[in-house]
C-alpha cells in the first residue's frame, strides 16, 4: 500500500501532498505545463515538414501545382470535421489517454507519410494527421484549466498557444533534413519524437475536473490588501469612513422664516404654494 502511495505521488501531474488551496497558484506544478507545450511543439513541428520537403516529394511523384494545394485544404476540411466530436470526446472521457492516443496517431501517420509507396496514400496520410492533431486541442485546454487556477491559467495557455507559431521552425528542419538525407528521412525521424512524446502523455495524471474552480469558489473572492495611511494601522485602530455630507438646502427668505412657511403665497388664495424653493424666474416677490 506505501509502495503504491509513493509511486502515486511520482507520477506528474499529482496534487501535494498537504492538499490544494485556494492561494496556491501552481498547485501541480509545472511539470503538466511542460508536457502540454512539448505535446503543442510536436504537433506542429509535423504539421509543417511539409511546407519544407513539398519542392522533394513533388518532384519525385511529378504532381501538378493545384494537386499540392489541395492537400493542405484537405486537411483543413478534416480538421473542421473532427472539431466537435473531439469536445465531446474530452468531456466524457480520460484527456491525458486522450491526448496519447492522438499523439501515437500522429507519430503513426508520420512514419505512413515517409514510408508511403505513391502520391494517393502520401495524400491520405497528411489528411489523416491534420484530423489527429485537431482532436487533442479540446482536451489540452480542458487540462490547463483543470491544472492551474485563474491566477496563471492565461499564463500557461499563451505559451501553449505560442507553440503554434514556435513549430514553424519544422519548415526548416524540413528543408535542412530533405536537403541532406531526402524527404522521407525527414518523415522517418520525427516519428520518433512523437511515440516519446505518447509515452510522456500517458504518464500524466489525469486531475479532477474543476476541482480547482470549486476550491477558489469556496474560498470567496480575494481581498484587496489596504493602502495609503491605512496599511501599517490595525483593523481594530482604524477610524470609520467618514458619510457624505448632506446636500445643501436652499435658504429662505427672511419674511418667510418668520412665519415658519416654506414657499411663495399664491396671488389668489393667499395660500402658501407647493412649489419647492427656489421659484421660477418669472416669480413675483412674497408679500408681506
Not at 469612513?241 to 418667510?256: E, G, K, M, Q
Request: aromatic letters at 8%; charged letters at 15%.
Amino acid at each position: 500500500m506505501v509502495k503504491a502511495v509513493a509511486r502515486e505521488r511520482r507520477r506528474l501531474g499529482s496534487p501535494p501532498q498537504g492538499g490544494i488551496t485556494a492561494t496556491d497558484p501552481n498547485p501541480f506544478g509545472w511539470g503538466p505545463f511542460v508536457v502540454l507545450f512539448i505535446v503543442g511543439m510536436v504537433d506542429r513541428i509535423e504539421a509543417n515538414l511539409m511546407s519544407g520537403v513539398l519542392p522533394l516529394v513533388q518532384a519525385e511523384w511529378g504532381f501538378s501545382d493545384t494537386a499540392a494545394g489541395s492537400i493542405p485544404t484537405a486537411a483543413a476540411l478534416a480538421a473542421a470535421a473532427v472539431a466537435l466530436p473531439a469536445g465531446y470526446l474530452a468531456d466524457r472521457y480520460s484527456r491525458t489517454k486522450i491526448i496519447a492516443i492522438v499523439v501515437l496517431c500522429w507519430a503513426l501517420a508520420t512514419l505512413g507519410s515517409g514510408l508511403a509507396a505513391g502520391f494517393a496514400v502520401f495524400y491520405l496520410f497528411r489528411v489523416l494527421l491534420a484530423a489527429a492533431e485537431n482532436i487533442d486541442n479540446p482536451a489540452v485546454g480542458s487540462l490547463l484549466a483543470d491544472f492551474y487556477p485563474a491566477a496563471t491559467r492565461m499564463q500557461v495557455y499563451g505559451w501553449t498557444r505560442m507553440t503554434t507559431y514556435l513549430g514553424g521552425v519544422g519548415t526548416l528542419l524540413g528543408g535542412v533534413i530533405g536537403q541532406a538525407f531526402g524527404w522521407r528521412a525527414a518523415f522517418l525521424l520525427m516519428a520518433i519524437p512523437g511515440a516519446l512524446t505518447a509515452i510522456l502523455v500517458w504518464r500524466l495524471r489525469e486531475p479532477q475536473r474543476g476541482q480547482i474552480d470549486r476550491i477558489m469558489a469556496a474560498a470567496g473572492p480575494p481581498q484587496a490588501p489596504p493602502s495609503g495611511a491605512d496599511a501599517a494601522v490595525p483593523p481594530r485602530h482604524r477610524r470609520p469612513a467618514r458619510r457624505p455630507p448632506h446636500p445643501a438646502r436652499p435658504r429662505l427668505p427672511s419674511a418667510w422664516r418668520r412665519r415658519g412657511e416654506t414657499g411663495p403665497r399664491s396671488r389668489r388664495s393667499g395660500r402658501r404654494s407647493a412649489r419647492c424653493w427656489p421659484p421660477a424666474p418669472w416669480s413675483a416677490s412674497p408679500s408681506a
